[in-house]
């Protein structure tokens, strides 16, 4: 499955997908999220639009990713991108040469490759501050500023070349909204489970007081009996079960759920291409000067709140090595 996957994603015309493939990205859908979906009748032809919508989606967020950047670690010193990107050198050295995932594509079959194309992912931070400005003799106080720095690093889909890392990354957006659908569905399936619980538990309290009031109620005037509060909650249990789908029908919500989040993946999954201006000490400027660095980033969000910073880069093998044997 893995194969016909990567074909789909290195698809140059997206729309054109051959049907044996869209098929495969339904299987990938199914295994990921419930397999017993399988047994929906129709299943595929069901899922098959939102799918459709879910991998253009993701064919499009990578295309829209800026050109790859080439970092050398070794030039920290005179590279301003990296001193933007990293505190100090000693950080940077050690995010590079600790990375698991670099070191294990390294250690594999394509680590002989000359440049390591990757995606960093970052945690962005920014504090502002008021401070004073000097213009001649003339002091100006409360300027507002802003600090930017980073941390939580990570590498992502490491390959020989541009294009096998820009293809990992569309799996990898496709993946994401299938991970969302999941936990969609397991947020549901645990509400359905407390609903069936408690209905259990009331039934059987319901059946305790048939047994012991022999089915005569013992309500106040106007009041109302224990056994009519059972039933009467047993009733709001059914009803709240019958909006997630009765037992009848259960696994046709649980497809509809996952069906409805692939079918509206740019609600699902994000990005935003922004370029940035850094001066000493990670301070923010409006426009590129001598001292500044010019970073060319993607912000990534999703569904569930995660906000994460980005960018295509690529690093010198041999450099790494280097990192790594120090």
């Not at 970092?71 to 301003?80: G, Q, V, W």
Request: aromatic share 4%; net charge negative; proline share 4%.
């Amino acid at each position: 499955m893995l194969k016909l996957l990567q074909s789909i994603f290195g698809t140059e015309e997206p729309g054109n997908i051959p049907e044996s493939l869209v098929r495969e990205a339904i299987e990938r859908a199914v295994e990921a999220t419930d397999p017993w979906l399988r047994a929906v009748s129709g299943y595929r032809k069901k899922l098959r639009p939102a799918v459709l919508c879910a991998v253009k989606h993701a064919v499009a967020l990578v295309e829209s990713l800026p050109p790859t950047v080439v970092l050398h670690p070794a030039n920290y010193a005179d590279d301003l991108r990296l001193k933007a990107l990293f505190i100090s050198s000693d950080e940077m050295k050690r995010v590079v040469a600790g990375d698991r995932v670099l070191g294990r594509f390294l250690d594999g079959p394509e680590g002989g490759a000359p440049l390591i194309t990757t995606f960093l992912e970052m945690d962005k931070q920014e504090k502002v501050t008021l401070t004073e400005n000097h213009s001649g003799d003339v002091v100006v106080r409360d300027v507002r500023q802003v600090t930017v720095t980073f941390d939580n690093y990570r590498f992502l889909d490491p390959a020989g070349d541009e294009r096998e890392t820009r293809r990992l990354l569309r799996r990898r957006a496709y993946d994401h909204m299938l991970a969302l659908a999941l936990r969609r569905l397991t947020g549901v399936k645990a509400e359905r489970e407390g609903l069936e619980q408690r209905r259990e538990l009331l039934t059987a309290k319901l059946g305790l007081l048939e047994r012991e009031e022999w089915g005569f109620d013992r309500a106040e005037p106007g009041g109302k009996s224990d056994m009519t509060e059972v039933e009467e909650r047993i009733g709001e249990l059914e009803a709240q079960l019958g909006e997630l789908g009765g037992d009848d029908r259960m696994l046709e919500t649980y497809l509809e759920i996952v069906a409805g989040v692939l079918a509206h993946p740019k609600e699902q999954l994000w990005t935003r291409n922004e370029t940035i201006f850094l001066g000493c000490l990670g301070v923010r400027r409006n426009a590129p000067a001598g001292d500044t660095a010019e970073l060319r980033l993607t912000e990534i969000r999703n569904a569930e709140g995660l906000t994460m910073e980005a960018m295509l880069v690529s690093l010198p093998v041999e450099e790494l090595r280097e990192l790594r044997q120090c």
